[in-house]
Each structure stands twice: as C-alpha cells, then as structure tokens.
C-alpha cells in the first residue's frame, strides 16, 4: 500500500468528514514555504499550516538548535526541576510582551493554554474568597477545543454536541461605533459577577478573520479594569508578528491581565504553549494554605526541545529582516486589496498585518459548511497552493519568507478563481 492508502486504514484526521473525505496529500518534506508530496509535487503553504510557521519549513537554524539539544536534555518533569532552555524562553519572552507581563506557566498548546488562563482568573477571586465564575467572550469567538476554550468560544458546528455541558458565558458583540457604548454598560453591569474578559486582539480567526479596530477593544479593556474584571489576550493566532507588530496588543493603551501563546512560538517545528500573566494574579496564589496552589501540568511541561525551538524561533523574529519581510508582505496584501475589492464576486474584503481575508459572495449561503470551499480548496491545490477556506472566506497567513514572486501567484490565482469558480 502506499502511504495515503495506509493512511486511510488507521488515520483519523482533524475537523474531517470521514466517510467521504478526499485522500489526504502526503507529504514527505518541507523546504521554506513549499511543502513536497511523495509524487514530487509542490505545494505554496500559504497558510503556514494552521498558522504556526511563520519562518518557513525545516529552517536551518531552528533545526540546527533543536539537534543540538536532543543531546543534552530531551526531557524532564517540571514540576521540583528545572533546565536552562524553560528560564531562558521566560527571560526573552516576558520583556517582548505588552504591560507588565512577570510569569510564565508552560503547556502543550493554544487551547491548553486558554484552559490555564481562564482556571488562574477563576481561582484568582476565589482565592481572594470573593468569588466570581462569569466569563465574558465575543460572540463567535474561536479560543480552541478542550472544555473551557470550547465554553468560551462561540456556539457553533464546532460546539453543537456539547453545548448542554458548557459553562457559563456572557457573549458581547464585537465593538464598533454604534455599539461601543451599549457593550461598556453591558459590561458593567456584570461587574460583581464576572471574573473575566478573554478576547482574541484585533482578529476574530477561526470565525472568518473577523477584524476590529484596537480603539474600541481598549475602551472594553479599560471598563472591564474600572469594573475589577480581569483580562485574557488571546494571541494563541495574532502573536509573533501576524497583525504587523510582534503581538497585536502592542497597538493598545490598556494591557491585558494575561497572554496565551502557542503557535507561532516554536516556529511551528512542534507543540508549546505558554500562559503568561502579572504579578498581581501571581501572588494571590502564593500562601501557606496549600488550597490556594493552582493545581495544573501536563506532562510534557516546559519541554527544552520546544523551548530550544522557541528561542531559536526568537533569534529569527527579532532581526530587522524579518520585520521588514512583515512589513512586505502588509504592503503587497494592501494593494492586492484594492485591485480586487470592487470584483462582484468579492463580497467583503479585510487586512490587519500580514493577514487578508477575502468573502465570496454566495448569495445567503456563507456558513462554515458552505459548498464553495471544497471547490476553492481543490481549485488551489491544483495550483500548487494550500489556502484551506473558512466556508466561502479565503484567507492568506503566510510565512514571512515567502516571496513576492510567490505571493504574487498567490493572488493571480485568486483572481483567476474569483472569475471561474
């Protein structure tokens, strides 16, 4: 058998279908922003593979670290130990983050992530024997699949089974103009009963790459801080450069209580998460009374090998370079914007960073099951370009090397499709 055959016999994929799923690529190697099949086709990952390569494939460096400490350490509990790799990420990473971020908790993933945050914000008041349970979130937000992230995120296909079994939310609308006020009294009014406001900055993903402007999520941040509620950026997706500044909340005056980060953060070689958050939601767990102890690990903690990415990952980020590929590829994803915007096929069209969304108009199917994304998805593909569609909305999340030759065939066969699909 060869390998999607034997794929087929014991594989069960993620978000799929089963019975009727098309076979699945199978790739042997990546190299920059290709991705290879074991036919020796090439594949554009213009969506940097469910958004967490942002320096492209099997990058030398990153590869070069990660060797080098399968080595040394390729793993250790974290709970009583310690290793260099975990304190020296902690090190680079808290002073990178927006307000006064001082510690880090390690997980495996955005979602697990999330689920800590939202646990230190619970136990937070509960500890303070003021206990709150409400969560505030956007409607239609997305924050990942475990219980918690599920429970704040948006009702939806995703969630359908397990409504009856979620906790407690208060959905707000995304902030505009018209509502902006409506929402801060809404807030308000939650006061004595929220514990918290998680957000994902700037960009709804999952829900369609929904875009918000940064003035009226600070005015949220800055009610729900008048009114004692604590706050959670979800960057798990905005983080590492994607919405053209290295965290999206750089673009506010208020700073959220706590970040969540996965993706991007190694690089995309492999899965780590990371909690962050003050001091002043720290020490309201430090006392005698082991009670009070946030009771939460997994096993594989602060594994050094992701941290090892995490940093290398970093070296990359943080040169001029890479910030100037960012800032690139903003400026061709704005023009692009404008020459396709008034195409009647382009119902909406959206940017913030290096991420741009494209609506097809589909009359008044524009669900997640919408049929057109199986024609787009298989349309690119034939093109050598993995765009995996949100329903009927196209997006492109590239890594940052991708370039302009390839961004540009990118966008002509986006074109072409809006006048044949």
């Not at 959220?256 to 993706?263: G, R």
Request: proline letters at 4%; charged letters at 20%; aromatic letters at 10%.
């Amino acid at each position: 058998m060869n390998l999607v055959e034997r794929d087929k016999k014991v594989i069960w994929h993620p978000y799929t279908q089963m019975k009727n799923a098309l076979p699945h690529i199978p790739i042997v190697r990546g190299e920059g922003v290709y991705v290879f099949d074991e036919n020796g086709n090439k594949y554009i990952d213009a969506v940097s593979s469910w958004w967490v390569n942002i320096h492209g494939h099997a990058h030398p460096h990153i590869a070069q670290k990660v060797s080098e400490q399968l080595n040394l350490l390729e793993h250790v509990i974290f709970a009583g130990f310690t290793h260099e790799p975990a304190v020296l990420l902690a090190e680079r990473l808290l002073p990178l983050l927006p307000g006064k971020q001082e510690k880090v908790f390690y997980t495996d993933n955005g979602s697990t992530a999330v689920e800590v945050a939202l646990k230190m914000c619970l136990q937070y008041w509960d500890n303070k024997q003021t206990p709150k349970t409400k969560i505030l979130a956007f409607k239609n937000a997305y924050h990942g699949d475990t219980f918690g992230a599920m429970s704040v995120s948006g009702r939806s296909i995703f969630t359908d089974a397990f409504n009856s079994l979620l906790f407690d939310v208060e959905f707000i609308a995304l902030p505009n103009a018209d509502n902006i006020e409506s929402i801060k009294k809404q807030i308000s009014e939650l006061k004595s009963e929220a514990a918290c406001f998680i957000f994902e900055p700037l960009i709804l993903g999952s829900a369609g790459m929904l875009m918000y402007e940064a003035k009226y999520l600070d005015e949220l941040i800055s009610t729900c801080k008048a009114s004692n509620i604590l706050t959670i950026a979800d960057e798990v997706m905005t983080g590492f450069g994607r919405t053209g500044t290295y965290f999206a909340c750089e673009k506010l005056k208020n700073k959220p209580d706590i970040f969540c980060l996965s993706k991007g953060l190694t690089g995309g070689t492999m899965p780590l998460g990371v909690t962050t958050c003050t001091n002043e939601i720290f020490e309201a767990f430090l006392s005698d009374d082991k009670l009070k102890t946030l009771y939460h690990g997994h096993s594989f903690t602060a594994n050094p090998i992701a941290c090892v990415a995490s940093l290398a990952s970093l070296d990359i980020l943080l040169k001029d370079e890479t910030l100037q590929n960012i800032k690139r590829i903003e400026a061709k994803h704005a023009v692009f914007l404008k020459e396709i915007k008034s195409h009647n096929k382009v119902k909406a069209i959206r940017q913030t960073g290096t991420i741009i969304a494209i609506e097809w108009e589909t009359g008044n199917e524009t669900s997640y099951l919408s049929n057109l994304r199986n024609l787009l998805y298989n349309y690119f593909l034939d093109k050598g370009i993995i765009l995996r569609p949100l329903g009927n909305i196209i997006y492109i999340l590239p890594p940052y090397i991708i370039s302009n030759e390839d961004l540009d065939y990118v966008y002509s066969s986006i074109k072409s499709a809006l006048d044949e699909v």
